[in-house]
């Protein structure tokens, strides 16, 4: 008759010896989890403060840079792959230099030899911002193959005749093409060519800051004897875990080895992001040239990335077109179709627009109408002309304040009959 009691009051004990271990289990992993979730708490309070920090940063540097050209000398030249140098720049007067948001360009004003006038170009700072001096790194322009024409005036001239201890004149760092570190979402670095070098200074930015923010560089080079800045590169990714460096070639040498110096052949496309990416939700920054940027930018809206998170610039006359909406098309063919007369005042010359220029400017240099130009991306401001009558729009965002009654010639387009004064 005891032997059933035994029975049930051993199960009884083995029941409530259970459940006291599913209690501990469960107490053991809400802790687990919650310590977990505290120090993802805290993590990303560590992001949020230092990209306050930074955000000061940029605040200050905006007050304290200066105004018009200030001297700088060149303190530094190096070679970083075919026919591409930076340069070390130092201010002359020797006070520290401001802080500036990774992603800006700094102006030139420069007297180049055989030239009347000075030219003006912009040129990106390619690393982090430090107190003692800046960084570009410049690639000498080759003209478009197949063409008779002269390679790039000033990219030659800097990257031929320009030595340590010149001195040039430049602009405070200026550009809206910066790392917006106030959003939370993670980041996607692309750069095509020369254009790598705004946005690896974003990269280095993040790395001297400490933020340890999930970022993918993809780097396009044509192969090794191109990449620019390679080494440096590699060592940024090889000491910061956060950062995922994926190299494209496209024409890749036979002692360029797949894993070592570059991880895709090919260019860097939509098609290798979703690949690569585990979704499309980042901020994506994105430099090179302008078909390179117009494919890409074009390929993440398609992917349903909203336009907000995909910034980019163009170095030069390359203005992103994305598929123009086809309203927009009409409207657009309706203003060619229409002949708009433009007259150049001052030149007395009447012509009429069809639509089949980018800009004003190219369309009066076409016409031998000779207009001051600089960077041709609506930044410097060299091309400004006064407008006597009429309306222009732009082409695209531009980072000069341009005062009513002038435009920007460089980016804009005549909105109907047009009197400038050049
Ligand atoms: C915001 C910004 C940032 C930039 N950052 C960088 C940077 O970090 N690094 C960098 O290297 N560049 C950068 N650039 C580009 C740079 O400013 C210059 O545009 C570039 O160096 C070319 O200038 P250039 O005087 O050498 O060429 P230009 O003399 O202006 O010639 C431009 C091109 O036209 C070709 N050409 C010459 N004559 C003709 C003709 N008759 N018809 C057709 N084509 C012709 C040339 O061969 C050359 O390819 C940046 C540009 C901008 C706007």
Known sequence: MAEPFWYLGGLLVIGLALQVLLLVAGGLRRASFETARAWGERERLQLRIQAEK?????????????????????????????GTFSFHLEPHDGRKLPPFQPGQYLTFQLAVPGYAKALVRCY????????????????????PSGTPHPPGVVSSW??????????????????HFALDLQRSRPIVLIGGGVGITPVLAMANALAVAGLTLETWFFVGMRN????????????????????RLQVCYSQPLPEDLKGRDYQHEGRVTVDLLKAALPSANYDYYLCGPGAFMETITTGLTAWGVPDEWVNYEAFGPATVKKAVPAAEKIALSKVALAKTEVTFARSGTKLYWDGSHDSVLDFAEAHGVS???????????SCIVAIKSGEVEYSSGHDTEVEKGSCLTCICRPKGPLVLDA
Do not use: M
């Open 54 to 82: 930074l955000r000061i940063r940029s605040v200050q540097a905006n007050q304290t840079a200066w105004n018009g050209y200030r001297k700088f000398t060149v303190a530094k030249k190096i070679a970083e792959a075919d």
């Open 158 to 175: 800097f990257t031929e005749e320009v030595k340590p201890g010149d001195i040039l004149d430049v602009k405070a760092p200026a550009g």
């Open 224 to 243: 090794s004897r191109d990449h620019i800045l390679k080494k440096e590169c590699e060592e940024l990714a090889a000491r910061a875990p956060w950062l």
């Open 371 to 381: 207009i001051d130009a600089g960077c041709r991306a609506g930044n410097c401001g």
């Open 124 to 143: 990106s700072l390619s690393d982090c911002a430090r107190d003692t001096h800046y960084r570009v790194t410049i690639k000498r322009c080759t003209p």
